[in-house]
């Protein structure tokens, strides 16, 4: 059995977010397990859409870290809102891949990351060997998740789009999906083809969850993650009641200007804006809130933020704002409250009806208990080792 494993991914460290998080601990955690691990990865450039300082002028660049082999490879970085340059950007990373492909002896077992749907198909496509073993790690169900945000619309392209995805299908030999409805989703195209329901856990160990001394009677709420459209940041600031809260936002994205702009022309709104910090730091810092809100503007087939089980570990309560099968995982495991996706009133009855009795620390410590033993990345990768 081959034990040498090429991951092919749009994100990884440095960059920052759920997506590049994900990988590295699959990279970090099957090396761990005896496997050798290289990645091939985009130069660094999300979510700023820029290259980061120490990788600029470079069309490829080779480090090892962690004992994992990392390859960076020319990409034309843009966050634009402008199709034609994410397109643009899609198919430049795929024309890097494809130098490499010709260049490089690549491995028997492949991990392709999808999204990008069509960085996907560009694996899946000139990597296809009866020799080899192509494993499909499907985070998000592209292109359902781009009609249901209204980023796409049912017409030609969009049927490409669902082609282009049956393809890679088709050609994984292992599929491993975040939800189970990225599962269901894959069998109804493919009845017979194998699959792993494979969750984003985090792993890092649970911190002792503190005290708390403040005297504040309102409800401390917090965001942290990606200020994208699909997120709704804004509008929820909007639409939020502040009688029982305040409300404290982390994280960097689209609709970063937007919400800084809000702030400043809502200065008597209980709303604070502190960035982005790294995720380290970050994790420090949430342990002093109540509660953090986990929403989406609109709810997307197949997709269970990875913030449910990273909050879990931290033993911080949630309110879910996203529908799907997030709100499975947040009842069946106490996690915390459910406001119908994109209905603010319901969500607004809610906050008005929290108070500290149900954000103790006993409760905290509870939520904790059950992610260590519930959301067990170890566990989990130890089943995959077995398939791969």
Not at 133 to 155: H, R, T
């Amino acid at each position: 059995m081959s034990k040498e494993i090429l991951i092919i991914t749009n994100y990884f460290p440095p960059e920052t977010g759920a997506a590049s998080n994900r990988i590295f601990h699959l990279a970090e955690g099957l090396q761990k397990r005896g496997f050798h691990i290289s990645v091939l990865t985009p130069l660094p450039n999300y979510p700023k859409g820029k290259i980061f300082e120490g990788y600029k002028g470079h069309f490829k660049h080779t480090s090892k870290e962690n004992g994992i082999t990392v390859h960076r490879l020319w990409i034309y970085a843009s966050n634009s809102k402008n199709k034609l340059l994410r397109l643009f950007a899609m198919l430049s990373y795929s024309f890097s891949l494809i130098w490499f492909f010709i260049w490089n002896k690549i491995p028997k077992k492949v991990i392709v990351q999808s999204p990008p749907l069509l960085v996907a198909f560009t694996c899946m496509f000139f990597l296809r060997n009866k020799k080899r073993q192509l494993i499909l790690n499907v985070s998000d169900l592209w292109p359902i998740a781009g009609l249901e945000l209204g980023a796409f619309k049912n017409n030609w392209s969009y049927r490409l789009l669902e082609w282009i995805e049956r393809f890679n299908y088709r050609n994984a030999n292992l599929v491993l999906g975040q939800s189970n409805e990225i599962l269901t989703h894959v069998t109804s195209i493919h009845p017979n083809k194998k699959t792993f329901l494979y969750r984003n856990y985090p792993d890092f160990i649970p911190p002792e969850i503190p005290h708390n001394n403040q005297k504040n009677s309102k409800i401390k709420m917090v965001y942290a993650g990606l200020l994208g459209i699909a997120q709704g940041i804004h509008k929820l600031c909007n639409n939020l009641d502040y009688t029982n809260i305040e409300f404290h936002i982390y994280g960097a994205g689209a609709e970063q200007k937007a919400i800084e702009d809000f702030i400043k022309n809502k200065p008597q709104l209980p709303i604070t804006f502190h960035g982005e910090i790294e995720r380290s730091l970050l994790h420090q810092e949430l342990l002093k809130y109540d509660i953090t809100i986990i929403p989406l503007l609109n709810r997307i087939y197949g997709s269970v933020p990875s913030k449910i089980f990273e909050y879990a570990r931290l033993g911080l309560p949630m309110l879910y704002f996203g529908g799907g099968e997030g709100e499975k995982v947040i009842s069946q495991n106490n996690l915390g409250w459910i406001a119908a996706a994109a209905d603010y009133k319901s969500l607004n009855k809610i906050l008005s009806e929290l108070n500290k009795n149900n954000l103790t620390r006993d409760n905290k410590v509870e939520i904790q208990q059950k992610a260590v033993i519930a959301f067990d990345f170890n566990r989990q990768l130890e089943e995959l080792s077995k398939i791969l």
